[in-house]
């Protein structure tokens, strides 16, 4: 069953229809972004979610120090790292690390299979520009290693037939389940989701 995780929650109440709708994880960005939190109100929100709910901090280039912090506060379960963290800055970090790898114009399956292979991480997102709300050509991301996370431009029209193409681990979604960045549309969510297992349902047919 693909994963689901609905990425640039601000608000509480976002985040719990998020859960309602049927996420398995809620990201939480640290970085500058439209969607970016403050630990303290990210701390507020999971300290009121209900049990195995999965919390994901985003981070882009922090020191290490930091991002321990930040993740022991808070209780995060996971830690994504869009920046140039090299593979021993991931090796440092305490929690699952989920490394995203930038899809380049010009990359190929050889190109990107050789920049992942360096990195010994829980999972491996592929996004074509972090918040850019642009999808990717997934044709690239067959038959990589996983386990893969898709991300980039996902929403509820497109997401099933990313999944039946590369069945990947997760998905993940942030500006197309939106009505303004940082606040999510509990249709839009609700929607997603259900696209996700109606894919899941075809393949496994």
Known sequence: MTRIKICGLTKADDALLAVEAGADALGFVFADSPRRITPGAAELIVTDLPPLVGTVGVFVNDRTEEI???ARRIGLDALQLHG?????????LPRKVIKRFNILENDTPKTLRERMRRYRVAAYMLDPGAGSGKTF???IARDLP???IVSGGLNPDNVADAIRLLR????DVSSGVEY??????????KAFVQAVRDADADISQ
């Open 137 to 139: 050509d997934w044709e």
């Open 84 to 92: 140039d963290e090299l593979p021993r800055d991931c090796e440092q």
């Open 168 to 171: 990947p681990f997760a998905v």
């Open 68 to 70: 321990i912090s930040i």
């Open 180 to 189: 303004e960045p940082g606040r999510k549309d509990p249709g839009k969510m």
């Open 146 to 148: 996983g386990p893969l």
